[in-house]
């Protein structure tokens, strides 16, 4: 008997990314996790597609006109961790700088409290010097000049409302050392290596001092005000469209919760509703989802019923 839970597959915590594609097929992103059977060979899921080639050109030369990326070689665990967390003292001290905006600010947290740790990597930080209000922009790049159907922009607005959760409970202060320490199973007081400890922003040598000036500095910010979902087509790198994502706390706390049921096992997984079959046309696993043939046999049953009672 398999007893690991989705969450225990997914090594115990999850992107951003993980729980924004759970809008848009369960199933999907559970697959990701345990490939169907028989599908072996079915690797198509790890080949980048030529759209999210182009994307991904693009975010990078985003974050490269305000970044340079410095590659700091890690032997641990709580090496790697360390550098996430000097990523964002280094993008909160600019912003508390003066800086208009940072890029690629990795973000972390355990969103209402479900005991899921949770990162993610938030494409822009603004703000406005005389306000002082920060603002998150996600870049979504488009290989068509439109905007994506409403299934997709559900999705992005899981992203960019996580992301808001995450960054203004750094900010309120409800994240604690323990919480990171039980659930990304880090050691705090593991001294961390030299090429790590020169990147540090003071003469902090484990995790739990660097929490400690994250902490702190994130008590200086204030909490997100908006959150911006910018459009540009891959070809031109034109703007296709911005739009504004209202924060509404209560549904996002409905969503995740209703998610997390799922990576704790205590539901099955749920596929693509029959209205949404055309999900499936564009998925990597449309020949081997049991999902898609449980609904398909449904509905096969549903006529034959229907045409013997006419
Ligand atoms: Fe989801 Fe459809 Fe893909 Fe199955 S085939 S994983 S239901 S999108």
Redesign the pocket.
């Known amino acids: 008997v398999d007893a690991a839970t989705p969450l225990d597959l997914a090594n115990r915590w999850l992107f951003v990314t993980d729980l924004a594609q759970q809008s848009w ?1 369960e ?2 992103v559970f ?1 990701k996790f345990r490939p169907p059977r028989d599908t072996d060979d079915l690797l198509s899921v790890d080949i980048p597609n030529p759209s999210v080639e182009k994307g991904s050109i693009i975010h990078l030369a985003r974050e490269a006109e305000l970044h340079t990326k410095v590659p700091v070689p890690t032997t641990t665990k709580e090496d790697a961790f360390a550098v996430t967390v000097i990523n964002i003292i280094g993008s909160l001290r600019r912003l508390l700088s003066g800086s208009p905006m940072v890029r690629e600010m990795p973000i972390f947290g355990m969103p209402f409290d479900l005991g899921i740790f949770v990162s993610g990597i938030i494409d822009q930080v603004q703000c406005d010097p005389e306000s002082m209000h920060y603002d998150i922009w996600e870049l979504k790049t488009r290989s068509s000049m439109s905007v994506p159907s409403g299934a997709q922009k559900d999705s992005t607005k899981i992203q960019v409302m996580l992301y808001k959760k995450m960054l203004d409970d750094l900010i309120l202060n409800r994240i604690t050392h323990r919480m990171i320490e039980k659930h990304r199973k880090v050691d705090l007081y593991l001294e961390l290596s030299l090429s790590v400890q020169a990147e540090c922003p003071g003469s902090e040598n484990n995790l739990h001092q660097l929490l400690s000036v994250l902490f702190d500095m994130g008590q200086k910010m204030t909490c997100v005000s908006q959150l911006f979902v910018e459009y540009c087509y891959q070809e031109d790198k034109s703007a296709i469209a911005l739009e504004e994502v209202q924060y509404d706390e209560a549904w996002l706390c409905q969503k995740i919760t209703h998610y997390s049921e799922f990576w704790y096992g205590k539901r099955e997984v749920c ?2 509703d029959i209205e949404e ?1 055309w ?2 046309h564009s ?1 990597d ?2 020949d081997h ?1 049991a ?2 043939a449980m609904k398909a046999d449904e509905y096969t049953r549903k006529c034959t019923q229907q045409k013997q009672i006419k």
């Open positions: 097929c199933q999907q697959y596929g693509v079959a999900k499936c998925c696993f449309q989802c999902w898609r």
